[in-house]
């Protein structure tokens, strides 16, 4: 506490600085933790047995996401899985039995509402098919290396209105 004391150069006493923490701990209900999307996603897709090109699609679709400021009212876990559904649909992988009724299971418990699936949809297809614009040109640029499975060239992606077909 001295240490930041000294580096605001005493511009608040200890007192005060412990009594802040303390407000800001009481409004956060003591609650320090986050789990960002990308851990949710990976977790989901493990549930839902996704391929790796589906679980890269995602990852493309959820970092597409960060640029989008209407997805800063989302939970997390909604971010994720709403990024899963829209791969498993851009890719049309068909689930294993086993793989779709965990998935179902998870999502029910953990994921929300289908309205609010479906918004995050529409929100990621439209961001994926701005793929040309300057702020996600490097997050295009970044998923279609080999590494990436290049899910950022898929033809699927190519046309905002075939994705919000498939969407609704």
Known sequence: VSG??????????????LRM???????????LSYCPPLHLLLLLASVA????????????????????GQCVVFLPVQLAG???CLARQVLQECPTPEGEAAWCLASSIHVGSE????????ILASAAANFNSQETCST??????????????HPGLNNAASLLGVCS
């Not at 923490?21 to 609650?31: G, I, P, T």
Request: hydrophobic share 50%.
């Open 4 to 17: 930041l004391c000294s580096l605001m150069a005493h511009t608040y006493t200890k007192h005060q600085l």
């Open 21 to 31: 923490e303390r407000k800001v701990l009481f409004a956060l209900n003591f609650d």
């Open 49 to 68: 047995r996704c391929s790796a090109t589906v679980v890269w699609m995602a990852r493309y679709l959820l970092e597409l996401s960060l640029l989008e």
């Open 82 to 84: 709403a990024a899963l």
């Open 115 to 122: 309205a609010t699936l479906l918004r995050i949809m529409h």
């Open 140 to 153: 295009f640029i970044k998923f279609s290396s080999p590494e990436a499975l290049q899910v950022s060239r």
